[in-house]
């Protein structure tokens, strides 16, 4: 199978990405002053329309939002509420929507327990130095949406271990509720 991934607003300016069926977006926003760092994965299908702007572009499909946030011990607002935060650093959950993973340092990982669905549209913003967005498809090799959840939880788990130095057994806790949330998009399919 081959790897199935381009950044999507190169792809979207050379006409190269299929938005029939199934579609996965990882947008990862890393802070450059820390450890701090937002990946939200969005699971979508059936778009109806896309509508590009300048600095963005917005599907008309239900998205539906897995988040994953890289929270290091000297993250002063380590205590508020995620969806309280400032700008950059929120995500629209709350800490009891949140599987939280302590590593050995104090650093946390937390995971969606369940995906957010944002009904009817979903915006994703053209990245900013540093960050990316990685649109993640199918080649119609193997069952609708399965090649592009492997090659995004491969992706993520390279991340995790290399960029962010996870033990194993971290990425593993990690995985099982990405696995979760995983599953529940994959019933969503049916």
Do not use: C
């Not at 990862?28 to 299908?45: L, Q, R, T, V």
């Not at 944002?118 to 990316?132: D, I, K, Q, Y």
């Not at 609708?144 to 991340?159: M, S, Y």
């Amino acid at each position: 199978m081959r790897q199935q991934w381009v950044d999507l607003f190169s792809g979207m300016a050379r006409g190269s990405i299929p938005f029939d069926g199934t579609g996965m977006i990882l947008d990862a926003k890393f802070d450059p002053n820390s450890n701090y760092a937002i990946f939200e994965i969005i699971w979508f299908k059936n778009v109806k329309n896309i509508i590009p702007s300048d600095d963005s572009v917005t599907f008309q499909s239900d998205g539906h939002k897995i988040f994953l946030m890289y929270e290091p011990q000297s993250f002063t607002a380590r205590y508020m509420e995620p969806y309280l935060r400032e700008d950059g650093r929120k995500i629209p959950m709350r800490f009891n929507e949140l599987a939280k993973i302590e590593l050995d340092n104090r650093d946390s990982v937390f995971v969606s327990l369940k995906p957010y669905t944002s009904h009817g549209s979903f915006t994703v913003e053209a990245p900013a130095r540093g960050n990316l967005v990685y649109y993640f498809f199918d080649t119609g090799e193997v069952a609708d949406g399965e090649a592009a959840l492997r090659n995004l939880h491969l992706f993520l788990v390279t991340v995790l271990k290399d960029d962010f130095r996870l033990k194993r057994q971290y990425v593993d806790q990690v995985t099982e509720v990405l696995r979760q949330n995983f599953d529940y998009l994959k019933s969503l399919q049916n």
